[in-house]
């Protein structure tokens, strides 16, 4: 069975630009999560999505969004990106909301 | 109250001994703790799990103990390998319904042969 799968694998954008990053959860998983990896950091949570609704939302600006769609792949959009918003971006799925998740390989966004 | 606190940062071992890797936590609501294992360039993987009625759990070569008084809960790798060479993350399920990992800083190990 395919795991998590997501993309692109890389990016490069500049400041002030858009990104959408995409993600598609594991087959029969409803709840998709978003996390945001720092070099030598542990992940941060940006978003959680389950049935298509939002249920939790980390410390992160508005110019993070996110939405699900009715086959449960999900897109995760930074707007105005900053330096600082250069990261592994990580989609990670599980059937139910509290349940296992399972982490894609991730997106590595570099902003120049 | 929603940090998950791991020590060490990094370590060594040799082949054949069994490294330990420690995590704290203060919120109570915390109700479901999994350890992943990231290498460079992968996204973390899921290595084992435990809830809080559960005071050990053994999965192959992986265990976490587990004291729910202390807050405390920690990894221990039987019989390291080299390829066990990667970095460590405790996390812990906040909020029930919601599903939001908290993770510790991750522990970089390295087991030489």
């Known amino acids: 069975d395919a795991g998590v799968t997501q993309s692109p694998t890389h990016l490069i954008k500049t400041r002030g630009q858009h990104v959408t990053l995409r993600c598609s959860p594991i087959?029969?998983?409803?709840?998709v999560s978003w996390y945001q990896q720092v070099l030598g950091q542990g992940p941060q949570f940006i978003f959680q999505y389950y049935e298509k609704e939002e249920r939790g939302r980390g410390n992160f600006p508005d110019r993070f969004s996110a939405r699900q769609f009715p086959n449960y792949s999900s897109e995760l959009n930074v707007n105005a990106l900053l330096l600082g918003d250069s990261a592994l971006y990580l989609c990670a799925s599980s059937f139910g909301p509290p349940g296992e998740q399972y982490f894609g390989p991730g997106t590595r966004l570099t902003v120049t | 109250q929603q940090q998950v606190k791991q020590s060490p940062q990094s370590l060594i071992v040799q082949k054949g001994g069994i490294p330990i890797i420690n995590c704290a936590y203060e919120?109570?609501?915390?109700?479901?703790f999994p350890w992943y294992q990231q290498f460079p360039g992968k996204g973390p993987a899921l290595l084992i799990a435990?809830?809080?009625?559960?005071s050990e759990k053994k999965e192959g070569r992986f265990t976490i103990s587990f004291n729910k008084s202390a807050k405390q809960f920690s990894l221990h790798i039987m019989d390291s390998q080299p390829g066990d060479s990667a970095t460590y993350f405790c996390a812990a399920n906040y909020g029930g319904s919601q599903g939001n990992l908290i993770f510790g800083k991750g522990t970089k190990l390295s087991v030489k042969p």
């Open positions: 435990i809830r809080p009625d559960v």
């Open positions: 087959s029969g998983h409803k709840s």
């Open positions: 919120n109570t609501a915390f109700d479901y």
